[in-house]
């Protein structure tokens, strides 16, 4: 059993983390467990457990380590270009450092949070998919979803760098909502309303009106 921890945070959201599953912790918020009822908080630690179970804790620290060290290079790298600039040397010698360290400064950071986020937002379709196959209740995962959705709330304490370890994006941006090359190639979780019609199809409740889906939700 992984260790359990509780952040003292109004913000609805929760995280795993660690190097395998004989060494992982899930974290929730208060908000979380004050918002959501007991299937559906299950169907949240379901999803986090399906993240220690596939192995995603492990790669999402190496995905972090990656985005700092790139971080930490691209940091580097401007300021050799300053201390070149400063010295105003010429030559061939020096273009010839000064072209991959600018292309360095420029692109390295990019191309890392989007492979980052590519990576990030397939294995939260995976976790969905395990933590319904622990609780055999796509129902309560997908009102989770739609209840943390409605609450729209950032988690304060979250950054860039640790965003895509999250059950949804703590930063709460207007792009996490849509659909598109865009918002994929700049949101690190796949959109909340694909992913509660993914559980919904898994119910078999997708064609149904919201009035009948309803009905069939309290009948289960």
């Not at 401007?78 to 010839?96: D, H, I, L, P, Y």
């Not at 090359?181 to 199809?201: E, G, K, V």
Request: charged share 20%; net charge positive.
């Amino acid at each position: 059993m992984p260790k359990v921890y509780v952040i003292f945070d109004p913000a609805p959201n929760a995280f795993a983390t660690g190097r395998d599953e004989f060494h992982a912790s899930v974290c929730v918020t208060t908000g979380l467990l004050t918002l959501l009822d007991r299937e559906e908080t299950q169907g949240v630690m379901a999803h986090e457990l399906g993240h220690v179970r596939n192995d995603d804790i492990l790669l999402m620290t190496l995905v972090s380590i990656l985005l700092g060290g790139i971080a930490l290079l691209s940091d580097w790298s401007q300021r050799s270009f300053n201390t070149s600039r400063s010295r105003r040397e010429s030559g061939g010698k020096s273009a010839a450092l000064v072209i991959p360290a600018v292309l360095l400064i420029l692109f390295a950071p990019l191309i890392s949070r989007l492979l980052a986020m590519a990576v990030s937002r397939q294995r939260e379709y995976l976790a969905d998919a395990t933590a319904v196959e622990y609780t055999r209740n796509p129902v309560g995962l997908a009102k989770a979803l739609q209840k943390i959705r409605g609450a729209a709330m950032p988690f304060s304490r979250a950054s860039r760098g640790t965003a895509h370890l999250f059950f949804v994006n703590p930063l709460r941006r207007r792009v996490d909502d849509r659909e598109g090359r865009l918002a994929d190639l700049l949101s690190t979780h796949p959109p909340i309303a694909r992913r509660i019609m993914l559980l919904y199809q898994m119910a078999g409740l997708q064609g149904m009106s919201k009035g009948q889906r309803d009905k069939e939700i309290k009948a289960q």
